[in-house]
């Protein structure tokens, strides 16, 4: 297994599937730490809205969420903090998990993230916050000023999971409109103590936009494996052995507890 990277490729196709992603995150995260041997894992969904756990200190979240409801999106509160994103079947999610923690530092590995991303789509992609986009912050993808992706960070025992969110294709103002006006009515009154965003829906844009060319999530998906085969070996096929252990099942039944735990609060916020 030396210098392999295993691959697991994910569609969530139905509603009660839409906490697997972070379950398996879970698990992964004790695989890679246990084993040393990195994960690369794709997933794709329906239409979804995905928020952090500081979502959840909104002052009218009930009135948010109804707005979500009557446009049809699927929504649930991850095991994590930050603020929320739209995941749709335009929107390709792509974790890198990496073993070896204390050997990579937090800047580090969201560079890692970035060069992957340079190499494989754009010299031009640029780190640094986007203000006015939906779940800003400090390594957020640009080109030219607009938002293609947004890159958060899990870390537990001795792996770290890279994790970003790379919006390939499809309605990217529509998304926008969608968190502007969920932020707009869930934080008012304004909340005095969290600086939630003040959503511009122009500030982001699809790779396919901006790279001027026919991009499918198929071919990013393929394009971003053929940069991660310039360092490893790709193993397309073991992933599926491992996630029916032991103790990858014990790790992601316990992570699928944790996210039943919040998401029944969050049910509860909503009704």
């Known amino acids: 297994m030396n210098n392999t990277i295993l691959l697991y490729d994910q569609q969530i196709k139905k509603d009660e599937e839409m906490l697997n992603p972070f379950a398996d995150t879970g698990a992964i995260l004790r695989f890679v730490s246990e084993s040393k041997i990195p994960v690369a894992h794709f997933w794709t969904t329906p239409k979804t809205v995905i928020l952090g756990l500081q979502d959840q200190r909104l002052s009218n979240l009930p009135g948010g969420l109804n707005s979500l409801a009557e446009k049809n999106y699927i929504y649930y509160v991850r095991n994590s903090g930050g603020l929320g994103v739209v995941t749709d079947d335009g929107i390709l999610n792509f974790t890198l998990f990496l073993p070896d923690k204390n050997n990579i530092t937090i800047d580090q590995a969201y560079e890692e993230m970035h060069q992957i991303m340079q190499k494989t789509f754009s010299k031009d992609i640029a780190t640094g916050t986007i203000e006015h ?78 790279l001027n060319q026919e991009l499918t999530i198929e071919d990013a998906k393929l394009r971003i494996l053929k940069t991660i085969e310039e360092k490893y070996t790709v193993d397309k096929k073991q992933f599926n052995i491992i996630q029916k252990s032991a103790p990858y099942l014990d790790a992601y039944q316990q992570t699928m507890e944790d996210l039943i735990y919040k998401n029944d609060k969050l049910a509860e916020v909503s009704e």
């Open 133 to 210: 986009s939906y779940c800003p912050g400090t390594y957020d993808l640009s080109i030219d000023g607009k938002k293609i992706a947004g890159i958060s960070q899990r870390r537990s025992g001795d792996g770290v999971a890279i994790m970003a969110y790379i919006s390939i294709n499809g309605d990217q103002k529509k998304r926008s409109q969608l968190m502007k006006d969920f932020y707009e009515i869930s934080d008012y009154p304004v909340n005095k103590k969290i600086g939630f965003p003040k959503i511009d829906i122009h500030c982001m844009e699809n790779l396919d936009t901006l």
